[in-house]
């Protein structure tokens, strides 16, 4: 075997000359064929969030009860997060801490007649063992830091 090749206009090229014009035409196809458009990434939750307006204290801090609250409502549990769509809705989504948010930012604004906030009841039980203490003010903890962080104010609940 030939340690040279022979170009179009009949000269001869080396084995390397040939392999770095090849190496060179493969990189460049895949440096645009891979890198082509970008496909734009969905926005954040915490930036739909920031698309319904600021809660509105007046609108809620008069109420008694929690049976009159319209807006998300949150029960933190040890292992997860329950979230309603108004007190007088029946329907509950179980989530985890981490993913309260993103489950926010995909409600309608319908379910926001208050602005940014959310009433949250921890579910705390006096029986409750010594982990699901723990796992709760873990949870607690999570989920008010994500909230602080997407500017959503929160109506605490006291537990019973």
């Known amino acids: ?42 926005p954040d939750p915490e930036s739909e969030l920031q698309a319904i307006s600021p809660a509105d204290p007046a609108k809620f801090s008069s109420l008694q009860e929690t049976k009159h609250w319209s807006n998300p409502y949150l029960v933190i549990r040890p292992q997860s997060v329950g979230v309603l769509t108004g007190v007088a809705a029946n329907e509950e989504q179980i989530v985890k801490p981490e993913e309260v948010l993103k489950t926010l930012a995909q409600l ?39 909230l602080q962080s997407a500017h959503v104010a929160i109506n605490w609940i006291p537990s019973s």
Not at 11 to 19: E, G, N, T, Y
Not at 28 to 42: F, Q, V, W
């Open 1 to 42: 075997m030939s340690s040279c090749a022979v170009d179009g206009r009949g000269q001869r090229a080396s084995w390397a000359s040939v392999l770095l014009i090849v190496f060179g035409l493969t990189t460049s196809y895949c440096l645009t064929a891979c890198g082509g458009e970008k496909t734009p990434s969905a």
């Open 108 to 146: 309608p604004a319908s379910a926001w007649p208050y602005g940014r906030a959310v009433a949250v009841l921890v579910d705390a039980k006096p029986t409750s063992s010594e982990q699901d203490k723990i796992a709760l003010r873990r949870n607690r903890g999570l989920v008010a830091g994500e």
